[in-house]
């Protein structure tokens, strides 16, 4: 749903970004769309747009919807975009994700800041393409340290400002161990 008008909303409805990997002949060989919909003062994803994709929904690689009002996200919205590599979720209501996310196997990057998470979001740690985990200014108390060691291509956890338990890592990680 939108809430307000106007300026804010217009963005739900422009076109998708796209950028083209191109082969000699000009013919394209690989889409990668994403869609931005930033400070929309959406409440949740818009049904409508769930239909203006559906063609295009495995291409859609990077989705922002920071600084919205979500409360949270539906299982249609992960399943319907399976392909994500980045998912921009920070400045939002959010304080748990659904089970469904374990099953984006491409996604490299995840910005869930500025949110409600109290527990961390255990999915995340089964998605072995899975790189930078930003859940800055949350209210996490504890981090399954292990798991995280454990996840072969992280190599980024922002945990600043929340408060963690005196074992769970405060400031940035890199991945090395």
């Known amino acids: 749903m939108l809430q ?5 909303c217009s963005q739900a409805v422009q076109p998708l970004h796209y950028e083209k990997a191109q082969q000699a ?10 869609k931005d919909l930033a400070e929309c003062k959406l409440v949740s994803f818009p049904i409508g747009i769930y239909k203006v994709l559906r063609n295009v929904t495995d291409q859609i690689h990077v989705i922002t919807l920071a600084n919205n009002e979500l409360k949270s996200l539906t299982s249609k919205f992960v399943t319907t975009f399976c392909q994500l590599r980045e998912l921009r979720l ?5 304080h748990r994700l659904p089970n469904e996310v374990s099953t984006l196997q491409h996604l490299k990057a995840i910005n869930l800041s500025r949110n409600q998470f109290r ?4 999915q995340l740690t089964t998605l ?3 790189e930078t985990i930003n859940l800055e200014e949350n209210d996490i108390v504890d981090v399954p340290v292990e798991k995280l060691a454990a996840m072969p291509a992280l190599r980024s956890v922002n945990l600043r400002f929340n408060p963690l338990s005196a074992e769970a890592p405060s400031e940035p990680t890199d991945g090395r161990r």
């Open 4 to 8: 307000g008008g106007g300026e804010a």
């Open 25 to 34: 002949s000009n013919v394209p060989i690989c889409l990668s769309f994403t």
């Open 90 to 94: 920070e400045g939002n209501f959010l």
């Open 119 to 122: 527990d961390f979001p255990e």
């Open 128 to 130: 072995p393409a899975l």
